[in-house]
């Protein structure tokens, strides 16, 4: 982790000229993320894909404008939310990210997360989920929030996924509800690790 770096903004730059992995030599532009300082939600794709490398903004394709409907339906607005990727630079044709470049990228995702110290992180997708739960299946944890150390995460399938398979579009629909009942819970008591509907329920 860079120790020096005590902001989002120099996350941003140090991730635009970053040359860590092989993924530097295929991308267009790197994309480090988007949001502001006081996100409460913190959602984590992939990787850049084809629009974001050529925009260097995140979720800017047709996976984007599905993830700003997710966002309408629990009323949220995309500026008030910090959006993120496991990986920071697209990988070639859109292939999935390697283990050795997820490690290699690790460290800007542990420093935004740090910085941020988000309410709930969202994880989007198969790769994300396995950031926090490695070798699981999206599949099991889907629309379940649970605390991480000590961390509120909510595994969610990839919107893109929707994009290909129409019935996955109203399970993410319902299952996204999930982030506007931890926003509202007044306390969650982050200590407990198992029992996180329980006490979503309470409210
Ligand atoms: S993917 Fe991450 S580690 Fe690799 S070059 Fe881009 S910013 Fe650096």
């Keep these: 982790m860079y120790t020096s770096i005590n902001d989002l903004k ?3 730059r140090a991730v635009s000229v970053c040359v860590e992995c092989s993924l530097s030599e295929t991308r267009n532009r790197a994309v480090p993320g988007e949001g502001p300082t006081n996100a409460q ?5 992939e990787a850049p894909g084809y629009n974001e490398d050529m925009q260097g903004k995140p979720f800017v394709g047709r996976a984007g404008t599905f993830l700003n409907e997710l966002l309408k339906s629990v009323q949220l607005e995309r500026g008030e939310v910090f959006i993120t990727n496991i990986v920071k630079c697209r990988p ?3 292939r999935d990210p390697e283990a050795t470049e997820i490690a290699a990228c690790k460290k800007y995702l542990d420093k935004q997360i740090e910085l941020l110290e988000p309410k709930i992180i969202v994880t989007l997708g198969k790769h994300s989920l396995n950031k926090f739960l490695p070798g699981q299946k999206i599949g099991l944890h889907h629309g379940k929030s649970q605390v991480i150390d000590g961390q509120i995460v909510l595994p969610l399938y990839h919107p893109a996924a929707a994009l290909h398979n129409g019935s996955l579009r109203n399970v993410i629909l319902n299952d996204f509800k999930e982030v506007r009942k931890v926003l509202n819970a007044k306390r969650i008591d982050t200590t ?12």
């Design 10 to 12: 120099q996350v941003g």
């Design 41 to 45: 939600v913190l959602f984590v794709g």
């Design 192 to 203: 407990r690790e198992k029992d996180i509907g329980e006490q979503l329920n309470l409210f």
């Design 92 to 94: 070639p044709n859109n």
